[in-house]
């Protein structure tokens, strides 16, 4: 059983949600990244998923931007990010790390070599935000050679007759962005959420989680009683936000934000 197999299976035993926790790769700079991703899983994160920062991210709201640009402006490349999954991936043997990412990133450097070096590095799997399963044959087969799983996402207007193509593409865990537009904080968790998980679980077997607009304990709650795991995402990346100009603070910061959120994974 592969790490992301277990990671939910573990969840499960244990009745509660897996929380998957999300940060731009690189924000601000290598070093304070790396002590914000040390502070979320010595917190007992689940998944880590790091974005690999991108000049044009279209599907992240302000935040997520802003985090990709400061990663940029401090020296992170694709070669960074890697070294970075490389450090986690040594000192956190079992925690699932995947990528939240775009395809021009994976194509451009080459998808056969890109899916093999993020491998080497430590990753359990891709998530492409712009490549529909219906144009991903050629990320799907390199990633089964190398044995790097798949998540494919599902949105509020995906049509029902697309999720079991989805369904059959994904090999680690199915992404159901609970809300239309881009990532950011939300005051409420969106509608229909346990609607939308029921639909999709009649197409896979595989974990579903939930993620955009979760940013309280209660949110998490809420999710937690539905999904296989919760996605938080901007709430974390604004502690980075808040504290770049106080960058000694931002691991003690970080280590309060999840203590409080995670507490709400439990059914």
Do not use: W
């Not at 401090?74 to 995947?98: C, N, Q, W």
């Amino acid at each position: 059983m592969d790490r992301i197999a277990q990671t939910f299976k573990k969840a499960s035993d244990e009745n509660r949600a897996a929380f998957v926790a999300y940060l731009c790769a690189g924000d601000p700079d290598f070093e304070t990244s790396l002590e914000a991703c040390r502070s979320l899983l010595n917190g007992g994160v689940d998944v880590l998923e790091l974005g690999v920062p991108f000049s044009d991210p279209l599907a992240d709201g302000l935040t997520n931007q802003l985090a990709a640009q400061r990663a940029l402006e401090g020296g992170m490349t694709a070669a960074r990010v890697f070294e970075l999954v490389k450090v986690l991936r040594s000192e956190y043997p079992k925690t699932p790390i995947i990528f939240y990412t775009y395809y021009n990133l994976v194509f451009s450097n080459g998808l056969e070599d890109y899916v093999k070096k993020a491998k080497a590095a430590g990753l359990d799997g891709l998530l492409t935000l712009d490549l529909p399963p219906e144009e991903a044959a050629d990320l799907a087969a390199a990633c089964a050679e190398h044995d790097l799983k798949t998540v494919f996402i599902v949105a509020p207007t995906t049509p029902a007759e697309r999720l079991p193509k989805i369904g059959a593409a994904t090999t680690g865990f199915v992404y159901y962005v609970s809300r239309e537009g881009v990532t950011g904080e939300r005051d409420s968790v969106a509608a229909n959420i346990p609607d939308s998980i029921a639909a999709i679980r009649q197409h896979t077997e595989l974990p579903v989680v939930v993620g955009f607009g979760i940013s309280k304990r209660e949110h998490v709650a809420e999710v937690a009683q539905y999904a296989d795991g919760v996605v938080v995402g901007s709430a974390l990346v604004n502690v980075i936000r808040e504290r770049v100009d106080h960058r000694t603070e931002i691991g003690a910061a970080m280590s309060s934000k999840i203590a409080d959120l995670i507490v709400g994974v439990n059914r």
